[in-house]
């Protein structure tokens, strides 16, 4: 990545040459795999020559930062959250962010008391701030956040050096804001263990078919044919769960 100028005109030199030398080579071809890659370049260096002034949490204001409770220069989940809403309004379609530490199993350096705090402490702040901010900037409404993981935790412990609990695929959480989707409403109920669940049952093809939705969406259509079959990510399931949506 350019850091100085003398950089930054070196690769865009290195960048003309590379499109010229490929923009001759279409004129001839007419290849459209050649078309992409001048494209695939452009975006590239513009990504790049744009990264820079993107991460610098410098510039946002003392307000801001304590609200996520994000430190310039410092890597945490907070900071993320700062920047997904900085790509968010530069346009950016698709966020994708990532808290490890969850996998309390009890197992020797790891409790659940200590460890799950922990992880909740680091997330529930910068996640609110991420919503509110959204909110605040007019970006909400047209960005769908949704927060989750691939499988839940069973309600009760695990015997082992330290109490953990193990992996649960019949019940887990998940909650979803913004882009079309209703606030405040509390969907699907479990039994009183938190075991399996006994009411407005979201398989995760659900999930998915919803998701697909409420990007405009239809996951019927959204299929590739393989050795004769039609296959999609919702497979032969998949219902959108229209209660959730405002």
Known sequence: MPQDESQKQALNSLLRAQTELNRARLDVTAD???????????IAYRMQSSAPELIDLQSESPA???????EPGQPS??????LA???????VRFVQLYHTDW??????????????DTACRDIDQPCAALIRDLK?????????????????????????????RN????????WFAGGGVKPGLTLGETDEFGFAPVSDRVHIHDVQATILHLL???????????????????????????????
Not at 65 to 70: D, I, N, V
Not at 77 to 82: E, P, Q, R, S, Y
Not at 85 to 91: A, F
């Open 103 to 116: 996998d309390h199993h009890g197992v020797p350096g790891q409790t659940l008391t200590k460890d799950l």
């Open 216 to 246: 405009g969406l239809d996951h019927k259509k959204l299929t590739f044919r393989f050795q004769g079959r039609d296959f999609r990510l919702t497979d032969v399931g998949g219902n959108v769960v229209s209660k959730l949506f405002a």
């Open 32 to 42: 459209p795999e050649i078309a992409t890659r001048i494209s695939a370049y452009e």
């Open 85 to 91: 809403r900085r790509l968010v309004e530069r346009g």
């Open 136 to 164: 605040a900037r007019g970006l909400l409404d047209s960005t769908l956040v949704v927060w989750g993981g691939e499988f839940g935790r069973t309600p009760m412990g695990e015997v082992r050096e330290s109490i953990g």
């Open 167 to 174: 992996h649960h695929i019949d019940a887990m959480t998940m």
């Open 64 to 70: 801001t930062l304590r609200m996520y409770g994000a």
């Open 77 to 82: 989940f907070a900071n993320n959250c700062l």
